[in-house]
């Protein structure tokens, strides 16, 4: 399984919970550093505490299970809304 979908499968629910929706989950490298991303949405739009309370939610999920084994910087971001 690849570290995407393990991602989305351990936090999906958790997050979901609040009335966020889990958008996708990224594992990407930019100038030589891993990110682990997490794109969320909402009805309406999501905020900076929207994120922040993502984080807090995922950040001991992914502590306790510690399976990616690369050093990543964790960053939780909302969707790009598409313009009409």
Known sequence: MDIEK??????KID????GIILH????????NINY??????????INLDDCIEV?????????KIDFIEESY???VCSKV???D
């Open 15 to 18: 997050i979901e919970k609040t």
């Open 36 to 45: 682990l991303r997490i794109i969320v949405d909402k009805d309406g739009y």
């Open 81 to 83: 809304k598409e313009e």
């Open 24 to 31: 996708d989950v990224k594992y990407i490298k930019e100038d």
């Open 73 to 75: 910087i964790l960053d």
């Open 55 to 63: 984080n807090k939610i995922i950040d001991p999920l992914l502590d």
């Open 6 to 11: 393990r991602v989305k499968d351990i936090i």
